[in-house]
């Protein structure tokens, strides 16, 4: 109401009025209306979305402390220079041209700040060849994620740079900005058909591990995280000699019927799919796993949390493990008592077989009351958990077109797996769908979304991107559980019939 927003300071308690009569307009003076302030100056809402779509594109949380900040030293740059020297010898020919991402305004800027200016100064140092007399530098430079909407067309300049012979993308983040980027080279290659045919194949992409799980980054022998700026020389060193495998991308189709015009809150991982009808429909894509139940509502909280000042500090001083442990009991994981997932009729719509769908139909699957459901593509879950035994992950591939589905019917069942032990698979499948009757919790590579209704959730293959495995002679390189030879390079993926 206008009148009663009218400037009165006659409402003002008496010690007031004789000041704010001070700065009563006058009769000469025009009234100015001003809008509505925001009822808090920390909307949790809005910060937990900008920190979602922060991390998402290419947020660096991971706590590298600050005497780990120094650049590496002339000698320890060196290594690089014997590389390039053994690549001209074999090859002939320069190395691979290195785009790496990183993103200095979000997260952590000072470490983020760091690690751009030492991968500045490799990409651009000049080396000594040995027996040649000459200098070569190490080509490549680096690509600035904050600018979000300029990096496809970032990618199709440095793609049509005539000097480039092959190509190769370093990401530094976690896994959901590895998916953002290859998003972005999907697009790219739409937009610019002629420019991707110049090359072989798209250029294969190395991971920095600097998100929080870093799960990719574990399974194709990146390491755990980045714990140091001088490391750097390292994955530059195992981008150039690191092996071309391939891998699976897989789509996720969230399907809300009935839903036009009411506002829906998702994550930065999925994006609306325009359809003519009452039905909303949401795309998201992931190359780890996927799954609705327990330990979605967990990274949900945790991406809650992530929000508050408490919870950064938590995680910067390197007790995230509490607070996930924290936002299990919270959310009920481990109340034995819960109800399980509203899967309708307790059917999943499956197909086991890579031929298309015209030739292979859905098969129904009746499964027993559970609590989660896992579709998994790599070797690697919840922080480098490995949930298949040996002799199950010597059938798997994260290239084979088909996905481990892997059912936890109790939280005994999902704390064993997160406690080192090992999960049967339910079936391998190549798509599935069902639809849940409640508003459940989904994730997909650690983004989770709590949907807003009942849903149909139906998951096929997308298509194969290539990624870089590091060398396995050097030590230290592979460690865990997680193995070289889940990702042999040798290996090819199945044609689509």
């Known amino acids: 109401n206008s009148r009663d927003m009218a400037y009165n300071p006659s409402r003002l308690p008496m010690e007031q009025q004789r000041l704010a009569s001070s700065f009563a307009p006058g009769s000469s003076q025009p009234r100015v209306s001003l809008p509505p302030p925001h009822l808090s100056f920390h909307d949790y809402g809005r910060a937990q979305e900008d920190m979602e779509k922060e991390r998402y594109h290419g947020r660096i949380d991971r706590g590298i402390r600050f005497w780990n900040l120094k650049p590496a030293k002339t000698a320890e740059i060196q290594p690089v220079c014997q590389l390039l020297d053994r690549w001209h010898e074999i090859y002939g020919e320069r190395p691979p041209y290195i785009m790496a991402f990183v993103n200095t305004g979000s997260g952590n800027r000072k470490v983020s700040q760091a690690i751009k200016d030492q991968l500045e100064a490799l990409l651009n140092h000049r080396f000594q060849i040995s027996g040649r007399g000459e200098e070569e530098f190490l080509a490549g430079h680096v690509c600035e994620l904050a600018n979000r909407m300029d990096l496809k067309e970032e990618i199709r300049q440095t793609m049509m740079k005539p000097e480039i012979a092959q190509l190769r993308f370093l990401v530094c983040g976690g896994d959901g900005t590895v998916t953002w980027v290859l998003h972005e080279i999907e697009e790219c290659k739409e937009e610019n058909p002629r420019l991707f045919s110049n090359f072989q194949e798209e250029p294969a992409i190395g991971v920095v591990p600097a998100g929080t799980g870093n799960d990719l980054a574990r399974s194709l022998g990146w390491g755990a995280k980045l714990r140091s700026v001088a490391q750097l020389v390292g994955y530059v060193q195992w981008t150039l000699a690191a092996d071309i495998v391939p891998m699976d991308q897989w789509k996720v189709t969230v399907t809300f019927k009935n839903f036009l015009g009411v506002p829906i809150r998702k994550p930065p991982a999925f994006h609306e799919k325009p359809v003519l009808s009452a039905d909303r429909n949401f795309e998201g894509y992931f190359q780890n796993y996927f799954s609705v139940g327990m330990d979605a509502s967990v990274a949900l909280g945790v991406s809650q949390a992530r929000a508050s000042c408490a919870g950064r500090c938590c995680f910067f001083i390197g007790c995230g493990k509490c607070c ?10 481990f109340n034995c008592c819960s109800v399980g997932l509203s899967l309708k009729d307790q059917m999943l719509q499956m197909r086991s077989s890579t031929a298309p769908a015209a ?27 490995v949930v298949l035994s040996n002799q199950e992950l010597s059938q798997s591939s994260p290239s084979d077109h088909l996905l481990e589905m892997i059912a936890f019917s109790n939280s005994c069942a999902f704390g064993w797996v997160m406690a080192g032990g090992r999960a049967k698979v339910l079936q391998r499948v190549a798509a599935v769908k069902f639809t849940l009757e409640r508003a459940e919790t989904i994730q997909i590579d650690g983004e989770a979304w709590q949907l807003p209704a009942p849903c149909e959730i139906q998951v096929q293959w997308h298509r194969s991107v290539r990624m870089l495995r590091p060398p396995t002679c050097p030590p230290g390189v592979w460690q865990g559980r997680q193995s070289p030879g889940f990702w042999h390079p040798k290996a090819k993926a199945q044609p689509r019939h």
Do not use: F, H, K, W
Request: charged share 15%; net charge positive.
């Open 324 to 333: 996930y442990g924290a936002q299990a009991y919270r959310t009920g994981v």
């Open 359 to 385: 030739t292979a139909p859905m098969e129904s699957l009746e499964v027993p009351r559970i609590r989660q459901l896992l579709l998994s593509n790599i070797n690697s879950y919840g922080s480098g958990r």
